[in-house]
């Protein structure tokens, strides 16, 4: 499909700066045959008892770092840890820094370049890789995304991050799980809605836009999981019974689509996805999904498509944009239904 498909305006006015407080008082457009204005602490009321939510635990870094470099000062976006131990990293300017250079982010945190990749990322080799997520928590930023622009604030530390984050390793939050609370959780509970956690972490990727003019041509970037045989057979045993798989968030929808077998059952599995999920793409597990709203031309925008519909969700991004619903990664969210 043209890439040009999935593009609309967004007032800049629409774009959230800050989160709602508290939490679950955002937002929530119900999308299904018709659309409902709801608010996210309603969502107990949108799912049966039976019905199985699955969250991304990731747990964002603070992977914004900052290095002087003779006169000018150096800024670095952590990427993805590589299997040889090395960070690929996005940095500004990058045209600084040569092989060999050594980059000091605090007095006792430093790290090595060791060179460049293909599509320009930087290499590093940090001194004490064992204590790195340590360092990060001391002397890093949170990775806030380039369309907030401000600078990251000690409140971001929390309000940046899902209540029950557990594994270090995203440099983007799993944004639609930012939404919840311990009460949300309890209400969810209480109603009989089962919940499981899958990791995905997250990579600046994410934002990166799409530069080709046909969804084919298009290359997604990779990204490790993790699903657990304890969580894979909680999921099978939901569906068995009839319940509903709910994801929150397209990092777990991705997730769940990579790993499920044609019939919808799932397999523990460590490992990558690339997957890219477009209109046409047949869902084999996922029924619902709870979601940001995404850029124009964004994969994530493709992949809602695919989900609900391409006429419908532009039907309901108007809607939203007509109504002040807030965009983005700190906005208001959407609970959308599967079109068959």
């Known amino acids: 499909m043209k890439v040009s498909a999935f593009d609309f305006t967004l007032p800049p006015e629409r774009i959230a700066h800050h989160p709602a407080e508290p939490r679950d008082a955002a937002r929530l457009l119900h999308v299904g045959e018709t659309l409902t204005d709801r608010i996210v602490r309603d969502?107990?009321?949108?799912?049966?008892?039976?019905?199985?939510?699955?969250?991304?635990?990731?747990?964002?870094?603070?992977?914004?770092?900052?290095?002087?470099?003779?006169?000018?000062?150096?800024?670095?976006?952590?990427?993805q840890l590589r299997p040889d131990g090395q960070?690929?990293?996005?940095?500004?300017?990058?045209?600084?820094?040569?092989?060999?250079?050594?980059?000091?982010?605090?007095?006792?945190?430093?790290?090595?370049?060791?060179?460049?990749?293909?599509?320009?990322?930087?290499?590093?080799?940090?001194?004490?890789?064992?204590?790195?997520?340590?360092?990060?928590?001391?002397?890093?930023?949170?990775?806030?995304?380039?369309?907030?622009?401000?600078?990251?604030?000690?409140?971001?530390?929390r309000s940046y991050q899902t209540v029950y984050a557990q594994h270090d390793g995203s440099v983007a939050a799993p944004t639609a799980g930012l939404h919840f609370t311990p009460k949300l959780l309890a209400a969810l509970q209480a109603r009989g809605i089962h919940t499981a956690f899958v990791t995905l972490h997250v990579g600046a990727g994410t934002f990166q836009?799409?530069?080709?003019?046909?969804?084919?041509?298009h290359v997604m970037h990779r990204e490790s999981i993790h699903l657990t045989a304890e969580t894979a057979q909680a999921i099978n045993a939901a569906r068995a019974a009839g319940g509903k798989v709910v994801a929150v968030g397209t990092t777990s929808l991705r997730i769940l689509e990579s790993v499920a077998a044609e019939d919808g059952t799932l397999a523990p599995f460590t490992g990558e996805t690339g997957i890219f999920i477009t209109p046409?793409?047949?869902?084999?597990?996922?029924?619902r999904l709870?979601?940001?709203?995404?850029?124009?031309?964004?994969?994530?925008f493709m992949l809602v498509s695919a989900f609900a519909g391409l006429e419908r969700m532009q039907a309901?991004?108007?809607?939203a944009i007509e109504n002040g619903y807030r965009f983005y990664s700190y906005g208001d969210s959407s609970l959308l239904e599967r079109a068959d």
């Open 290 to 300: 709870m979601t940001n709203f995404h850029l124009p031309k964004s994969t994530l």
């Open 280 to 287: 046409g793409y047949r869902f084999k597990i996922v029924d």
């Open 209 to 217: 836009p799409v530069k080709v003019e046909d969804t084919r041509e």
């Open 87 to 157: 960070w690929s990293a996005f940095a500004r300017p990058a045209k600084k820094l040569k092989a060999g250079m050594m980059l000091q982010f605090a007095p006792d945190f430093t790290a090595t370049v060791q060179g460049r990749t293909e599509d320009g990322q930087v290499l590093l080799a940090f001194t004490r890789p064992d204590t790195l997520f340590d360092d990060l928590r001391a002397h890093g930023h949170m990775p806030l995304p380039p369309y907030i622009d401000r600078a990251d604030t000690t409140e971001d530390q």
């Open 43 to 79: 969502l107990p009321q949108l799912l049966n008892p039976g019905d199985m939510l699955v969250f991304n635990d990731s747990r964002v870094i603070p992977a914004r770092l900052f290095a002087q470099v003779g006169e000018k000062q150096v800024e670095v976006l952590l990427h």
């Open 316 to 319: 309901a991004y108007a809607h």
